[in-house]
């Protein structure tokens, strides 16, 4: 590994690092909301929450209603390691370790070739 | 309210016991949800998928920012993992609920087994002491030596393909990050230091877990209403045994793991058969 490609990776993993508690505290508080907002409403977990819909989630969250906020956070943890692949590429990217940008978008594409499938076969 | 509450709580265990023995919540988070609360399998894997990534990243982050984890050679292995979980994801959508479960009794069974044979050595006192021993051979300028880090050099890169894909299945038709099988894969067959192999394994449960967590998503397997106070709770927990682990005896902690994870195995199998 180059000097340049070593001092960048280094930076790189101090910023993804940052990047994950920061995303993490944000997941937390939007399921710590929801639960308390859950909990309030005296709804019982198990008789089954509502699935999830992207067009309603905004006023969900505006009216403070629990599921708006659950699925905000649950988003937001499921994004999380996802956005330190697309950060850790860009950071390679920078670098000139194109290899690893490469890596980086197989990741991705694995990604989105399940979410592709997966919508195609409940369609 | 009660229920959610002993979600809450059930979670918050999960987390100590997992962070304590090194194993992360998902071990403990399925039998939870389905002989807890009488939830389906496939719920609980789904609901099981969302804590390990919260706990994963939640440590990677740690682990990243202090340069313990190699993030080239976990993502490298991720692209393996995550095409792991795109299969096991799919294919848990249609295999029988029964089969999912024997399978999640063997694993329970075999951590019991591994766990129970693994000595008095703490699971952090080993990763201090138990360093993989550095190639003296000149490295070759390949990309072996790209994923290498400080003292050590990855080498046998097919077996990791092989496990790193093995690690995804298992870890999205189970709903465990896989961490079983990526440590020991990294550190006995590829040579990375435990404490390095820890920390990588930590960091690609996240994305592992992620890929397949997305299919469980539009496949309407994952319900708020389970997963926010379980999540909660698992993420407490996870940070209170993380703060706790040097106070407590862990060849008790062990022992009494190993009988919970036999008598979970026990009433898995019972399942199978009822």
Known sequence: MTTRRAIASFAAERQIGRLLILFTYVSVTLLVVGVLLLLAAGISPIDGGPPLDLSTLFSEVVAFGPAGFLWLGLLAVIVTPISRVVLAAIAFGRAGDWSMVWIAFAILAIIATGVATAAAGTV | ?274
């Open chain 2, 1 to 274: 309210m009660i229920i959610g509450l002993l979600m809450l709580g059930g979670g918050a265990a999960a987390g100590v016991f997992g962070s304590l023995l090194g194993l992360g919540g998902g071990v403990l988070i399925v039998p939870l949800l389905t002989l807890g609360f009488g939830l389906p399998l496939r719920d609980a894997v789904g609901v099981s998928l969302v804590c390990v990534i919260m706990t994963s990243s939640a440590a990677a982050g740690v682990y990243l920012e202090r340069h313990v984890a190699n993030l080239r050679l976990g993502m490298t292995l991720e692209l393996f993992t995550a095409l792991g979980a795109l299969v096991g994801g799919s294919v848990a959508f249609v295999l029988d609920e029964r089969l999912i479960s024997l399978l999640f009794a063997g694993m329970l069974l075999y951590v019991a087994v591994t766990m129970a044979r693994a000595g008095s050595v703490p699971p952090s006192a080993a990763s201090e002491l138990d360093v993989a021993p550095v190639d003296e051979e000149p490295a070759p300028p390949n990309m072996l030596d790209r994923l290498s880090g400080d003292g050590y050099r990855v080498r046998n890169p097919g077996r990791g393909v092989f496990g790193a894909t093995g690690a995804g299945v298992i870890s999205a038709l189970l709903g465990v990050g896989g961490g079983i099988v990526k440590v020991p894969l990294m550190h006995l067959a590829m040579g990375v230091p435990l404490r390095v192999a820890t920390a990588t394994s930590n960091m690609m449960i996240g994305i592992t877990a992620a890929a397949s967590a997305v299919i469980y998503l539009i496949h309407g397997g994952i319900d708020p209403y389970v997963a926010g106070p379980t999540a909660i709770g698992v993420f407490l927990g996870a940070s209170v045994g993380s703060r706790v682990s040097h106070r407590v005896d862990l060849r008790f902690l062990r022992l009494l793991f190993v009988i919970v994870l036999g008598y979970t195995a026990l009433q898995m199998l019972l399942r199978v058969v009822g």
